[in-house]
């Protein structure tokens, strides 16, 4: 088999990471593939079987500690590809994309990018300016293809950075949906069960990050407990977890958080953070609904993961991916979305990351989520046409797309 190269930053938590191992694991089946990181300093929590290449640089320190392991990073990886010869290089994440631009040596040059660049919150300060206004705007076009993970990624490449239409082409996320429907069918603990045969449960999964923009969400289950009974389920864990569990104290909600270790699970609470799950399908599928307060996004496996789960889903109208995923024959609209809109297979709501708009937004939400709680038969019908929509996404639809362009590449 022809060798293939596929890198990434590291091996650790997170949506990109287990993109790249699903791709390291299919591509398997056709192509001799290395996997190359950084460095495994975070070890590597979605071991694919495929072998593991450290180029062995550090990340952290100062500017010239950083452009000294960005030259290693480079040279690094031309080494192994003077070593491998590649039919191709393909990068995930911003980081390893320019790595790979920079490496040269043989076989293609793809890059898989995974999220919105205009949207996100973590390009920030000098070194933002410097990714945004310099880097991928001279950069990118040096690619033999671009692989974006949405079709509404697209246009920000264009238009934003300058990249070339012709170098693009959008491949969505796939999902492992017989794996997915497997897992989910695993029963609960017993005190699980107990709190949701208690109430309705509203469930989202994720990192707890600036991301994921879960606090606004504690607000808006706030409101909705004044209403009816409910229940808030977090599968996840993350930088955030203290500030998210201290907010949702502060507006009377009784917590419960797996990593304090301070009380029992019982059905007396009213949010549930569950932490790091093996299995986080199994809490997915019984509950009521799934709700996803995201700020910006790529094309959430989250989101997608809880359709596959026949689950009724409810999401902010984020850049990007979850109007593709819920609405697919709709456009993103000119301007934010400031009311509930029921899609085809979902419903869209207003995004709760403007200070001006908050109140009203929240509101938008809390009235979708307690009229969704009290209608069986609407629940019942978005969570089969979430379930019908996840067959679009197959690992054997997605991967006929990605080997097509493997060969057009390649032979070019």
């Known amino acids: 088999m022809q060798p293939l190269v596929l890198l990434i930053p590291n091996l650790g938590l997170g949506g990109a990471q287990r993109v790249f191992h699903d791709h390291s694991v299919e591509l398997a089946k056709h192509y001799a593939v290395t996997e190359a990181v950084f460095n495994l300093e975070g070890g590597d929590l979605y071991p694919s079987g495929n072998p593991v290449q450290s180029l062995e640089v550090s990340g952290g320190g100062g500017v010239v500690a950083k452009l000294t392991n960005f030259r290693r990073r480079i040279a690094g990886l031309r080494q192994l590809r003077e070593r491998l010869r590649p039919t191709a290089c393909i990068s995930h994440l911003e980081g390893a994309d320019y790595v790979n631009l920079l490496s040269g040596g043989p ?43 949405s079709r509404d990624i697209m246009p920000e490449l264009i238009d934003g950075f300058g990249v070339k ?21 695993e029963p609960l603990s017993a005190a699980e069960a107990a709190v ?11 990192r707890l990050t600036i991301q994921k923009n879960q606090a606004p969400l504690l607000d808006i289950f706030a409101a909705v407990l004044r209403q009816q009974p409910a229940k808030l389920v977090f599968v996840g864990d993350g930088e955030l977890r203290d500030e998210l569990t ?6 009377g909600l009784r917590v419960f958080a797996a990593w304090e270790n301070t ?13 790091l799950q093996q299995n986080p399908f199994k809490y997915l599928r019984p509950a009521t609904a799934f709700v996803f307060p995201s700020a910006w996004e790529g094309f959430p496996m989250a989101l997608g993961e809880a359709m596959v789960c026949g689950l009724p ?3 902010t109208d984020c850049p990007t991916g979850p109007r593709e995923m819920l609405a697919p024959a709709t456009a993103t609209p000119a301007a ?25 937004d929240q509101a938008v939400w809390t ?32 991967f006929g797309q990605w080997l097509q362009m493997l060969e057009e590449v390649c032979r070019g």
């Open 196 to 206: 949701y045969a208690t109430a309705p449960v509203l469930v989202t999964s994720g």
């Open 336 to 360: 934010p979305l400031r009311r509930a809109e029921t899609g085809e297979f979902g419903i869209l709501l207003p995004m709760l990351t403007s200070p001006a708009t908050a109140a009203a």
């Open 107 to 149: 076989g293609k040059t793809i890059l898989c990018v995974h999220g919105s660049k205009l949207h996100d919150a973590n390009i920030k300060g000098p070194v933002g300016w410097l990714r945004k206004a310099v880097l991928m705007p001279l950069l990118y076009n040096r690619a033999d293809r671009i692989v974006t993970v």
């Open 367 to 398: 009235t979708a989520l307690t009229s969704l709680l009290g209608n069986a038969p609407e629940q019942d019908r978005l969570g089969q046409l979430a379930r019908a929509r996840m067959q679009d996404f197959t690992r054997e639809r997605i």
């Open 165 to 185: 239409p012709e170098k693009l082409l959008t491949i969505n996320n796939f999902f492992d949906v017989p794996q997915i429907e497997a897992k989910s069918q």
């Open 313 to 315: 889903v409810l999401s």
């Open 263 to 275: 009380a029992e699970l019982t059905p007396d609470f009213d949010v549930y953070f569950l932490g």
């Open 246 to 251: 201290v907010h949702a104290r502060t507006l």
